[in-house]
């Protein structure tokens, strides 16, 4: 997963909605997926990067065998799994970069440490004059307008603090600008964490990213006019294949389709245990068991395990690209799962309704209806959650763009953990949600179980929620249901074999 944003607590004040009503002596979907299940999911995705190069990124031979895996398990249970093949950029650090000050003060900086290298940067060796860009006048970053490198001299480096707008942007206006490598320093809310990001698509140019206090000490050394950097990065960017993997029920009503899904792949620095084989691993599970509650199942039920995620959210964004419109009306909402297990992490709900106005994007109509199921079912509980921002990050975002709902929980990535919030979840204040966030030692010993158990059964509740009915999610193009009773009741439907 990409970098995630999370905003304000929402107590036990709810009211809890009603949930599938079940038949006598039948468990919930909740009931029925449980982390015993989740838990081996986690720990093959853990062996599979073991045996090959540490990682499951996409591109590389990991990923394959995690998709035979899946495709295996859903072959299975009974499913007919569907692998889409599709083109990416690959993007690998081959050694890692180096970063130093050669003047005025002779520094050199540690890898993972102080800084790390942006997915798809540029290789090249720079020693280089470095030049500060000035955030905007909101403070929320710099680089993100051309006007902004007004005065740059062409072979600088540029020192660009993040926010506001992508890498991406960012960095093309720096290299139209004429610099000869990009070096980002973190937001101050972020104090000691270096920036880890991607540049979406592959660059020229060296890309690294910093702390924030590192990057206020340069930036007054740049503007003291004697700052020069040494930035040398050995990289790879080439044209790859990889997949995304699609599953669903053969039973519910096909003009109504429930989607719920996460991305498998890994960054390549580590396995991903958390980042994501908590949520694929649920979502895995979830498939497994839905079986036992197909009497309650009114509508058809699709899973989806996304590749290149880590690229920008790429296999999602192929995968609803390339849906007629027919068939992007037949989805009736999206629910994703993307890190659901962060060691110190929170019980986090995506803003369907808006509320909090941070969105990335205004969400669609009816993502209101998909955060009220999970505010109710952990009101229900006596669990608190915290409101999350949509920004943008992963791959709820590429249905979000098609105008379907979407909404899903998280547990956070490497933003620190306030005092507010560790009174609220445990933990401990101060420390990243998920210290080892796109790293190596993301493995199957960085989960907290007790909250990975906690989002699973939410997750659980959300899909037989809407499995069994979605009228109150509005949606102008979700076509109407052949059993209109079924859909509104739960009652009299009949299971296709």
Avoid at 229 to 255: C, F, M, W
Wanted: negative net charge; glycine residues 12%; aromatic residues 8%.
């Amino acid at each position: 997963m990409r970098k995630i944003a999370i905003g304000t607590l929402i107590g036990l004040a709810a009211t809890l909605g009603a949930a599938p009503s079940a038949n006598a002596g039948t468990p919930s979907l909740a009931d029925l997926v449980q982390l015993k299940d989740i838990r081996p999911h986690q720990l093959a995705f853990q062996t599979i990067a073991n045996n090959n190069g540490g990682n499951r990124a996409s591109g590389e031979v990991g990923f394959e065998k995690s998709a035979n895996y899946v495709v295996a398990k859903l072959t299975l249970a009974g499913y007919k799994p569907t692998i889409q093949r599709f083109a990416f950029p690959f993007y690998k650090e081959v050694t890692p970069s180096v970063f130093a000050q050669t003047a005025p003060s002779p520094t050199s900086y540690i890898h993972g440490t102080d800084y790390r290298t942006l997915d798809y940067s540029g290789a090249g060796d720079v020693t280089a004059a470095a030049v500060a860009v000035d955030p905007d006048a909101a403070g929320l970053g710099s680089g993100c307008e051309a006007d902004d490198f007004a005065g740059f001299t062409a072979g600088s480096i540029a020192l660009i603090r993040r926010g506001g707008c992508t890498f991406e942007v960012k960095t093309d206006n720096a290299q139209k600008a004429g610099a000869s490598a990009v070096a980002y320093y973190q937001r101050p809310d972020v104090p000691d964490a270096p920036v880890e990001g991607t540049a979406l698509r592959p660059f020229t140019i060296p890309l690294i990213g910093f702390t924030n206090k590192l990057g206020v000490e340069l930036v007054q050394a740049a503007k003291a006019g004697d700052l020069k950097l040494h930035i040398k990065t050995d990289t790879i960017s080439e044209q790859r294949t990889t997949s995304n993997i699609v599953a669903e029920t053969a039973y519910g009503n096909p003009d109504r389709v429930v989607t719920v899904g996460a991305h498998l792949d890994s960054v390549a620095a580590g396995p991903g245990i958390n980042d994501n084989g908590s949520g694929a691993g649920t979502v895995l599970t979830i498939a497994q068991k839905i079986g036992e509650i197909r009497g309650r199942v009114n509508n058809r039920v699709r899973f989806t395990f996304w590749g290149a995620e880590e690229g920008g959210d790429l296999g999602s964004k192929y995968y609803v690209a390339n849906l007629s419109a027919e068939e992007k009306a037949k989805i009736a909402l999206y629910l994703n799962l993307d890190m659901i297990g962060s060691p110190n992490g929170v019980r986090g709900v995506l803003d369907g309704d808006d509320s909090l106005g941070t969105n990335s994007s205004k969400p669609p109509a009816g993502s209101d209806a998909i955060e009220k199921a999970f505010t109710d079912y952990y009101a229900g509980r006596k669990l608190p959650l915290k409101q999350d921002a949509f920004t943008g990050s992963s791959d709820y975002q590429s249905f979000m763009d098609a105008g379907i709902p979407a909404g899903g929980v998280r547990s956070g990535t490497d933003t620190v953990k306030t005092a507010e919030e560790a009174a609220v979840f445990g933990g401990t204040a101060g420390v990243a949600y998920d210290p080892c966030y796109h790293q190596a030692c993301d493995t199957y010993n960085n989960v907290n179980t007790t909250l990975l158990n906690e989002l699973a059964d939410g997750a659980a509740y959300a899909t037989e929620t809407f499995a069994n009915s979605v009228p109150m999610v509005k949606r102008d193009n979700v076509p109407t249901p052949t059993n209109q009773t079924a859909d509104k009741t739960g009652a009299g439907h009949t299971p296709a074999s």
